[in-house]
């Protein structure tokens, strides 16, 4: 399956930074529908992820009833994408 939308790119702090994409409602209550059948455990559900050319793997992580997509550093620099940014986002998920 996959989902396209835009996300707003926001920072958690904890020991280390991390940036991550808020997932928008609407797909987040599909992801949400189908997550029995994606989720390897924890909530978590696999997703490759494109913004503009670059492209990679990582998994999506469930937070307070819907989903945040995690920035890695090396990719949010390849893609240009920084705090605040809302780039458009696509989402390819597939069972583990």
Known sequence: MELQFTGEVIEWRGPAPFF???VPPDAAELIHDL???LTYG???IP???TIGSV?????????DGGYLVPLRAAERRRAGVELGDEPAIT????GP
Do not use: N
Not at 55 to 61: G, M
Not at 91 to 94: D, G, H, M, V
């Open 47 to 49: 997703a490759r992820v």
């Open 35 to 37: 997550a029995p059948m």
């Open 91 to 94: 989402l390819e998920l597939a």
């Open 55 to 63: 492209t990679w793997t990582t998994s999506l992580f469930p937070k």
């Open 20 to 22: 991550y994409a808020v």
């Open 42 to 44: 924890w909530g978590v």
